[in-house]
């Protein structure tokens, strides 16, 4: 399902006939979100679970809303529901379940997926929760069940495993220690890890990358992303990222809509010089998008850009320049995958974030998520002193 319009408000506490799947324990209660009430309560629960967190970095309340709106480009292929738990009237967890066209076509798997949870550590309200979740995708034909998705695997997604002491980066989650335990409680297994790698921007060249950079160098050209053929650009990039990315486990292709959603939030927070894109033989080849790591400037917003916020925001991204960036999309096409070129590219899109990442006055970049099997993507990761900080992981079960 997708939200209401806004205009449209329910009493949250008469909506007590929404009750989808039996309590857990008697008093565990599971409402279906369906109003603008329980939308925003939907949102902001995590600011009551993780208020002790000292690494916990509030989202933006309008950028949640806006995710879980109707204009979200995902919910074009995509159908959707929420949830949220309640306890004696007072929210204790929520949950989503997501069933994605795009990913069936692509993979004929009959899997559908779970997201968005976030609960107090009490192993009933997780087995209320996924169990409503379960419930729903087996009624609407699914075989197995997989998350978490926030909402796609193109989006937000894992459950943090390791790392707890660190923020996480922008558009990366967080988690309690005891939410993998309470999954795994629940009947899941892992399917696969994820990871975050931090860089000192400071790394020395190693033998291994001076050697393949310049041996690739006469093929190869990069330039920064053009402002003036902005569309275009992005365009290739969403051609680059389909292409490289097309055997990779879970892959779903990015939509023209999602990619140009993509570009409206880069055309107002990137330095068209931290997106390059690089050409082999004047054909484009590969590209990486790097991001000033928003979470910083966020931080001490409490969710919200009134009053003071939009000022903060505007000093740390444009005048006292965050301390570290991220990696959020990188791709190299497949022709050249597993290849001296291939790697050439990688190494030198990765130095070239970098020199932009020390003219910035940036200390550490991450590059998230690196898929734990990608054996390739990791060895250049950390032959250029890439260390692991961060693990995220994506369970799954048979319904």
Known sequence: MIFPPEEMTVNFKNQTAMTEGPPADGSVEIVKVEDRWSRDAFIRLPMSLYADDPAWVPPLLIERRMHLSSDNPYFKHAVVSFWMACRRGRPVGRISAQIDRLHLEQHQDDTGFWGMLEAEDNLETFRALLG????????????????????????????????????????????????????????YLKEKDLLAYRIDVAFEASRIMRTVVSRSKGRLQTRPLRKKHFREDMEIMR?????????????????????????????????????????????????????????????????????????????????????????????????????LLGAGLAYRLIDELREMGVRYGTRDIELSWILEDNAAMREIIEDVGGREYKRYRIYGRDL
């Open 132 to 187: 409503t979740a379960e419930d729903w995708l087996r009624s609407q034909g699914m075989k197995r069940a997989r998350g978490p998705f926030n909402l796609s695997i193109n989006q937000e997604c894992g459950m943090l495993v390791s790392g707890f002491d660190a923020p996480p980066a922008v558009m990366m989650g967080h988690a309690r220690p005891y939410y993998g335990r309470r999954i795994e409680q629940c009947g």
């Open 239 to 339: 051609s680059l990222f389909n292409d490289a990315w097309l055997n990779n486990w879970g892959f779903v292709p990015f939509t023209e809509e999602e990619f140009e959603d993509i570009g409206r939030f880069l055309k107002f927070l990137v330095p068209e010089d931290t997106v390059r894109i690089a050409e082999v033989d004047g054909t484009p080849a590969a590209f990486i998008v790097g991001l000033p790591n928003l979470n910083e400037a966020i931080r001490h917003c409490r969710g919200r850009l009134w009053p003071w916020g939009w000022f903060k925001l505007f000093w740390r991204l444009k005048v006292k320049h965050p301390e570290t960036a991220r990696v959020i999309l990188m791709g190299v096409r497949r022709i050249y995958q597993n290849s």
